[in-house]
């Protein structure tokens, strides 16, 4: 079983990994996608060759029966790329279609896309530790909000669900998300 957990910065991505590994009884291995190194000559084709490369892991993985879980995979490529990279990115959907024309319905029927976002601006901002793109600015936020919105529309993974956090929030504590029941409906998802 392979799940990409795809969306914002500081919206229970790594909570909500850590949270399913615990409650999963086989072994799951995360691997956890970052920026382009600063050093690389050219930011695209060194992000093109990368997805390629994890694509073909991904699929390998796959048809071994492993259970793996991508931490910002493919999808943050066509949302950050174009907003602070300076390319759109879109080459991803090609990749991800390769990824897919490789597979027999039952595998496909073993990968997952879960999106977690945030429509609220403000809690965005509320929780940002200081390490994201947007560095608390609500244009940036917004953008990647419907970028990320876009992308999970326009992927042909086709078992996905989205989660905006702010329906999520505890009634009595608007900065408690309810993680518990963003968990059972990603376990009703995936079963």
Not at 14 to 24: A, F, P, Q, W, Y
Not at 52 to 74: C, E, M
Not at 134 to 160: P, T
Not at 174 to 180: L, M, N, P
């Amino acid at each position: 079983m392979i799940l990409f957990f795809e969306g914002m910065d500081n919206c229970l991505k790594d909570t909500t990994i850590n949270s399913l590994r615990g409650i999963l009884i086989q072994p799951t291995q995360v691997i956890k996608c970052s920026a382009p190194p600063k050093s690389a000559k050219n930011l695209e084709d060194f992000q093109k060759t990368f997805f390629a490369d994890l694509f073909d892991l991904v699929y390998s993985q796959l048809t071994k029966g492993r259970n793996l879980f991508l931490n910002r995979a493919h999808l943050g490529e066509v949302v950050y790329s174009p907003i602070y990279r300076g390319y759109s990115g879109s080459w991803i959907y090609e990749l991800e279609h390769q990824f897919l024309e490789k597979m027999s319905e039952k595998e496909r029927n073993e990968v997952f896309l879960i999106l977690l976002f945030d429509s609220d601006v403000a809690s965005l901002i509320t929780r940002e530790d200081g390490k994201s793109f947007s560095q608390r600015k609500s244009d940036l936020l917004e953008n990647e909000i419907q970028l990320f919105k876009e992308a999970f529309a326009k992927s042909k993974l086709e078992k996905k669900i989205a989660f905006d956090l702010k329906d999520y929030r505890n009634q009595n504590s608007k900065d408690k998300i309810e993680i518990e029941e963003i968990l059972e409906k990603i376990l009703r998802f995936i079963s």
